[in-house]
């Protein structure tokens, strides 16, 4: 009789027991409860993208109000030390900070206006300079039609205007949002307190209630030092880049040096955003190109300087983050609420971290060393 391979029998072991079969059936990487968890997960996500898109004018003032008075509540904590009730210490604090935002948005308010009364005159100064480049690119057809090409570059259209109208739209929220957001941030500052005592004694277990006291501390905290670190070095910023400013001759220095202190709240978008601003300025604004870029390549200096060395050595490593999780954030928040959203990126990542450094299990495996 013919024995089959998974009937052998083992060695020193009693007859009868066979081998195990070398071909059996391996576990599966993903179980199908699990994929299906994935799925949900995958699903509900989709599903608050969704609900945070369509209902941006409720959701982006509410947002910016919490992150705001988290970001603040430290202030009216150290007024409630000073003996100052809560509540007005919340309206003191939303009133300095109001006027203060008053006061740089007038500063870049008037020469922009200013400036965009001079739009037609301002385009014909670009027109008549950009005819330096015309050599270039004459060259440039030469090139493509000895090499076989069959039609020449087209011609370089000049900047229109047409979009200002939409963008001071885009940026400018209705008075709702706004009567909204300082309603939230108000009352938020004022009961912060209590919320979080409710949000603590609304679980029953004690390593939970201490679990969340942790996280509400450190978001407290970290997003306390994000806002006065990143305020400190924004306005050095802007005092550079209207010392600068100053110094090489460009008009309304203040104002400009007020733009890129407010732009750079915006990472990576607003210094970019700036350095076209005086690009085009110092084009009007000067004879010859390279003496208009001057203060455009200084003020990229000053960036370079300020997000190598001065941020990180201020901030420190604890709320530095990742360049690709920042602009990964960046992008999708900008996506999602536009310019707002880009201010708020940061901040949500820094929850978002200290979040997952609470939640996630920390006897997690890890992947061996190699």
């Known amino acids: 009789m013919r024995v089959l391979p998974s ?7 009693n007859e009868g027991t066979p081998l195990p079969d ?36 409720f959701f982006l003032p509410v947002v910016m109000a ?27 604090i939303v009133i300095a900070v109001t006027t203060v935002v008053a006061f740089v948005v007038a500063l870049i308010t008037v020469p922009a206006m200013e400036w965009s009364s001079r739009l037609p005159e301002l385009g014909a100064q670009l027109k008549e300079k950009a005819h330096v480049f015309d050599r270039p690119l004459a060259l440039w057809k030469e090139l493509q039609t000895m090499v076989g090409g ?7 259209p000049l900047p229109k205007f047409d979009w200002v109208q939409p963008t001071l739209e885009f940026l400018s929220p209705t008075f709702a949002e706004f009567l909204l957001f300082f309603a939230t941030l108000i009352l938020f500052i004022a009961s912060w307190r209590d919320l979080r005592r409710a949000m603590i004694m609304n679980f029953s277990d004690r390593d939970a209630r201490l679990r969340t006291l942790r996280i509400l ?10 806002l006065l670190t990143v305020t400190v070095i924004n306005v050095g910023v802007g005092i550079a880049t209207g010392i600068v400013c100053a110094i090489t001759g460009m008009p309304n220095a203040a104002g400009l040096g007020a733009l890129a202190a407010a732009l750079n709240f915006i990472p990576i978008i607003g210094p970019v ?11 009007v604004a000067f004879p010859t190109i390279g003496g208009g870029l001057v203060t455009a390549l200084a003020f990229g200096g000053v960036t370079f300087l300020e997000g190598h ?10 709320l530095s983050l ?35 450094e609470h939640l996630a299990p920390a006897d997690s495996p890890q992947l061996p060393q190699g």
């Open 7 to 13: 009937e052998r029998l083992m060695p020193g072991k």
């Open 22 to 57: 070398s071909h059996g059936e391996l576990p599966p990487v993903i179980r199908r409860t699990e994929f299906v968890a994935f799925a949900l997960a995958g699903l509900l996500l989709i599903a608050i993208v969704a609900v945070l898109y369509a209902a941006k004018a």
């Open 66 to 92: 919490i992150v705001a008075g988290t970001m603040l509540s430290p202030a009216a904590s150290f007024l409630e030390r000073r003996h100052v009730p809560r509540a007005l210490g919340a309206v003191l």
């Open 150 to 156: 069959s039609e020449g570059l087209p011609s370089v």
């Open 217 to 226: 501390n450190e978001i407290e905290v970290h997003l306390g030092n994000y």
């Open 273 to 283: 955003a700036m350095f076209a601003v005086l690009a085009v300025v110092g084009l």
């Open 309 to 318: 060395f001065v941020t990180p050595t201020i901030i420190g490593r604890r």
């Open 322 to 356: 990742n360049a690709l999780a920042v602009f990964i954030a960046l992008a999708f928040w900008t996506w999602l609420w536009g310019p707002m959203g880009a201010f708020l990126s940061s901040p949500l990542l820094i929850v978002a971290l200290i979040l997952k």
